[in-house]
């Protein structure tokens, strides 16, 4: 049995600013078996890492990553928000983040969420898969999304490329649309797993950051737990699955 690999949920979401250099350098600290990270594009069409639409919740700035370039996001500070401790960490660029994982080894799984849930974002599936394309990482890459045109856009430029369906609620409108194309996994959300329902398609959860939660997933020996404490996880994890 493949053991439950452990992906931290926007890096180390919980002890660190999500998003940043930091989260994702703590995230390999720990031993993650997978990192996952959300991007967008700005106004300049750089790959931004960021969750939100909105610079406003995790920054000192106002306005949206689309409505802003790179050089205006690089001047805010993205880490008081969570810590003055943290006060030195920017918004980073998807090719600084995959710098900083090449510049480590890192070996694992990184996930790409294209965030084109609001925003369409054009030409955002070409920018990312370029890029990503560009060399061989030391790493893996896959991706997800909310929005099923984008990883039908995403086989379309690939075909070979790995996509997982997120989704939330019952996700009964896109668990009937994921036969059309080949999708690798699926992430849903705890609420949706700890139903009756079954997948046909092996799962990463998310957000599973309590004990019992962590422990019911290993229990039913998902693929995957997407969590904001991956340190916490693995030390659950190694104990229960060799
Ligand atoms: O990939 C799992 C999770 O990241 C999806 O939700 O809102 O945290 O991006 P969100
Ligand atoms: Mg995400």
């Known amino acids: 049995m493949d053991r439950t690999k452990i992906i931290a949920h926007r890096g180390s979401k919980g002890t660190h600013p999500e998003n940043t250099l930091e989260a994702f350098r703590e995230a390999v600290r720990v031993g993650s078996d997978g990192i996952e990270l959300d ?3 700005s106004l300049d069409n750089e790959l931004i890492v960021i969750h939100d639409e909105s610079v406003e919740r995790t920054t000192n700035g ?75 990482w030391s790493f893996s890459v896959e991706y997800s999304s909310f929005n099923y045109e984008t990883l039908v856009q995403l086989k379309e430029v690939d075909p070979t490329c790995k996509i997982a369906l997120l989704f939330e609620n019952n996700g009964e409108n896109v668990t009937s649309l994921s036969p059309t194309i080949p999708v690798r996994m699926w992430h849903p959300k705890l609420s949706w797993f700890k139903g009756i329902r079954n997948s046909e398609i092996p799962v990463r959860i998310w957000t599973v950051n309590k004990n019992e939660d962590i422990q019911y997933c290993l229990q039913k020996q998902v693929a995957g737990i997407i969590t904001d404490y991956p340190e916490r996880a693995l030390h659950i994890r190694n104990k229960w699955q060799y």
């Open 39 to 41: 991007i967008h594009l």
């Open 62 to 136: 106002k306005g949206n990553v689309q409505n802003l370039t790179l050089t205006e996001l690089k001047q805010l500070d993205a880490g008081s928000w969570y810590s003055p401790e943290f006060s030195h960490c920017c918004i980073p660029t998807l090719q600084e983040v995959f710098n900083l994982l090449e510049e480590v080894d890192y070996q694992g799984l990184v996930n790409i969420e294209l965030k084109t849930d609001n925003y369409s974002y054009p030409g955002i599936v070409e920018k990312v898969w370029a890029f990503v394309t560009e060399k061989d």
